[in-house]
């Protein structure tokens, strides 16, 4: 009987996993602060830039307003992390903390607690993977040809990702504070608008509404495209060597190692470099390790070992 890859790596370095330190609560409550005090900083700042209307304005829109998506990938990042019990080492405050962003993000966390569980049960298998059953319509799973990987450059572009990735949560699953902390947020949006509708858009709807689930959606492209069809968990999933700057930008959260998390869920962010770096000695795991040299490119499989052997930064 063949064996499975996959569990082979997770037995093999299952021990060196399991000592790993987590952040402390406090730690990991300014780790959140810090992500939503850049996004009201942002939209601060974008409105003043709009009432001075100097020549850079609308290079500052622009910038501010994707920046601003990014922080919000960030804290839908912290939920995720949450889901894992990794964000922090306390398990009340990973409930918290999930909480607290699930709501600045219009969801709820213990609905995505639940179907994150099947996406890493069941990934690809779209009937069973929850977080990708109302994605199916996107075909992640095709080969990563020009033209796939084109369909996916411009869906965000025009919009039509927004009927699957853009979702709102607005019950009581969470709990009567979450949701008024849900209300609370919507409430200042709208007075915001009220005042600035000029700055809302640009600052506030666009981001959340279209530039983040954009962002969702080229980030599960990246992680997951032409790669859903293979049989072995372990190649459906790619890391991605990206340099400093963007990768602090469009992966806030270290997430880039997307091979290192299916294989270990529980290793919070900041470890995964590290033990990426030692996964790179396993000849399975350097062997599935890849860079996205050209949109073209496709999926490498077990019987391409010539695989880039450099540990990423």
């Known amino acids: 009987m063949k064996n499975d890859p996959t569990k082979e790596i997770r037995k093999k370095y299952a021990p060196v996993f399991r000592p790993l330190t987590r952040k402390g609560p406090v730690q990991a409550g300014i780790t959140l602060g810090v992500y939503l005090f850049l996004i009201i900083i942002s939209i601060v700042a974008g409105a003043l830039s709009l009432h001075a209307s100097t020549p850079l304005t609308h290079i500052t829109t622009v910038v501010l307003s994707i920046f601003i998506a990014t922080r919000l990938r960030g804290i839908n990042n912290i939920v995720h992390e949450c889901s894992h019990a990794s964000f922090t080492h306390s398990r009340r405050w990973n409930a918290i903390y999930g909480c607290v962003a699930a709501a600045i993000l219009m969801k709820s966390f213990r609905t995505y607690r639940l179907e994150h569980r099947t996406h890493h049960a069941h990934l690809g298998q779209y009937k069973q993977d929850l977080d990708f059953r109302n994605i199916e319509d996107y075909r992640l799973e095709d080969q990563m040809t020009t033209r796939t990987f084109f369909r996916h450059a411009i869906t965000p572009l025009l919009g039509l990702h927004l009927r699957r ?149």
């Not at 947020?185 to 981001?207: H, K, R």
């Not at 997951?224 to 968990?233: F, I, P, R, V």
């Not at 795991?285 to 999926?299: D, S």
Request: with cysteine.
């Open 165 to 313: 990735y853009l979702q709102f949560d607005l019950s009581l699953n969470d709990g009567f504070r979450y949701a008024a902390l849900k209300a609370a947020i919507l409430y200042a949006a709208a007075f915001f608008a009220f005042n600035s509708l000029t700055a809302a858009l640009a600052f506030v709807i666009i981001p959340f509404v279209w530039i983040h689930p954009a962002l969702n959606y080229w980030t599960d492209c990246i992680d997951h495209g032409g790669l859903l069809g293979n049989k072995d968990e372990i190649w459906r999933s790619r890391n991605v060597r990206v340099p400093l700057l963007p990768r602090l930008m469009f992966f806030p959260r270290n997430d880039a190692y997307h091979l290192v998390h299916p294989l270990f869920p529980g290793v919070p962010v900041e470890h995964l470099g590290r033990f990426h770096n030692l996964l790179m000695q396993d000849n399975v795991y350097r062997a599935n390790h890849r860079r996205i040299k050209a949109p073209f490119e496709q999926a490498q499989t077990p019987a391409d070992r010539d695989a880039d052997q450099s540990p990423a930064p």
